[in-house]
């Protein structure tokens, strides 16, 4: 890892965030790319003089290009690329707004596909590198109040499989990681209740990616052990699943929100939306 180039999309808070500094620790010199180019370059500074920050919209073909080009003409080949960066908005999906469900689409599905036809060709051509896609446990399963975004996450796991198989055999690797609920932003105005005691730390997912750089899993959980119970909850019948999310209240994505409470995480996602000019493409 000495050495290493890493670049992490939405690094600058969160499980970004908490990625950038593990890998720093570990004497790599990493990327921070953040649709908010001060709070990169804030969170870099915060990491001392192996990284920097950058101002991406990872949404927008060119401008995710021009930051994978910066990179490399500042510091280096880039040979960890982190798609991290992503979106979740809540709520009925008769209630988003189409643009919304859009952004989400832009910003957790083709700006998988857009680092990919830009960075793996130069990883090819050296014979080596490694690609994350964090996903969600989302990816695998589905929830009411998060249809637009379990839908996205799902493209995306499905994606990060298929471009594994065919990079595979020139040398570059691809690693999707799940987290489950993490206390992020993302949650912010969600009523949780209890539930919180089991929404996880940022360093939980951090250490899963850092641990795909040395074993290259396709699939990673965080915490471990959770692909195999998303995979058995796709057997589970309807009647009982729904059974079980009823005994568990796991209907808090549709409210009621507390939209004070998540007012800057969905200033974010209002961001996001309004900077798509026209429909998003890889």
Same mark, same amino acid.
């Given at each position: 890892?000495?050495?290493? &180039?890493?670049?992490?999309?939405?690094?600058?808070?969160?499980i970004? =965030?908490?990625?950038?500094?593990r890998?720093?620790?570990?004497?790599?010199?990493?990327?921070?790319g953040?649709? !908010?180019e001060?709070a990169?370059?804030?969170?870099?500074?915060?990491?001392?003089e192996?990284?920097?920050?950058?101002? &991406?919209? &990872? /949404?927008?073909?060119?401008?995710?290009?021009?930051?994978?080009?910066?990179?490399?003409?500042?510091?280096?080949? &880039?040979?960890?690329?982190?798609?991290?960066?992503g979106?979740?908005?809540?709520?009925?999906? =008769?209630?988003?707004p189409?643009?919304v469900?859009?952004?989400?689409?832009?910003?957790?599905?083709?700006?998988?596909?857009?680092?990919?036809?830009?960075?793996?060709?130069?990883?090819?051509?050296? /014979?080596?590198?490694?690609?994350?896609?964090?996903?969600?446990?989302? /990816?695998?399963?589905?929830?009411?109040?998060l249809?637009?975004?379990?839908?996205?996450?799902?493209?995306?796991?499905?994606?990060?499989r298929?471009l594994?198989e065919?990079?595979?055999?020139? /040398?570059?690797?691809?690693?999707?990681?799940?987290?489950?609920a993490?206390?992020?932003?993302?949650?912010?105005g969600?009523? =949780?209740g209890?539930?919180?005691?089991?929404?996880?730390?940022?360093s939980?997912?951090?250490?899963?990616?850092?641990?795909?750089?040395?074993?290259r899993?396709?699939?990673?959980?965080?915490?471990?052990?959770?692909v195999p119970?998303?995979?058995?909850a796709?057997?589970?019948?309807?009647?009982?699943? =729904?059974?079980?999310?009823?005994?568990?209240?796991a209907?808090r994505?549709?409210?009621?929100i507390?939209?004070?409470?998540?007012?800057?995480y !969905?200033?974010?996602?209002t961001a996001?939306?309004?900077?798509?000019?026209?429909?998003p493409?890889?």
């Amino acid at each position: 890892m000495a050495g290493a &180039v890493v670049v992490v999309t939405g690094g600058a808070r969160g499980i970004g =965030l908490s990625t950038a500094s593990r890998f720093i620790a570990r004497g790599a010199r990493v990327a921070i790319g953040d649709l !908010d180019e001060l709070a990169a370059q804030t969170a870099a500074a915060s990491l001392g003089e192996s990284a920097r920050g950058y101002q &991406v919209d &990872v /949404g927008d073909t060119e401008s995710f290009r021009a930051f994978l080009d910066r990179v490399e003409d500042d510091i280096g080949p &880039v040979e960890i690329l982190i798609n991290n960066a992503g979106i979740m908005p809540i709520g009925a999906f =008769l209630a988003e707004p189409e643009e919304v469900t859009r952004a989400t689409f832009a910003v957790n599905v083709f700006a998988h596909m857009t680092a990919a036809r830009i960075i793996a060709p130069r990883m090819i051509a050296r /014979g080596r590198g490694h690609i994350v896609n964090v996903t969600s446990a989302a /990816g695998k399963i589905h929830s009411a109040g998060l249809a637009g975004y379990t839908a996205a996450k799902h493209a995306a796991t499905a994606f990060s499989r298929s471009l594994r198989e065919e990079l595979r055999p020139h /040398g570059v690797s691809v690693s999707a990681v799940l987290p489950s609920a993490i206390n992020t932003q993302l949650v912010d105005g969600i009523p =949780l209740g209890v539930v919180r005691i089991g929404v996880l730390p940022p360093s939980i997912v951090a250490r899963r990616i850092e641990s795909t750089v040395r074993r290259r899993p396709a699939l990673a959980g965080a915490p471990h052990g959770l692909v195999p119970l998303l995979t058995f909850a796709n057997l589970v019948p309807e009647w009982l699943w =729904l059974a079980g999310r009823r005994l568990v209240n796991a209907d808090r994505t549709l409210g009621p929100i507390d939209r004070v409470a998540r007012a800057e995480y !969905d200033a974010r996602i209002t961001a996001n939306a309004a900077h798509p000019a026209e429909e998003p493409r890889p």
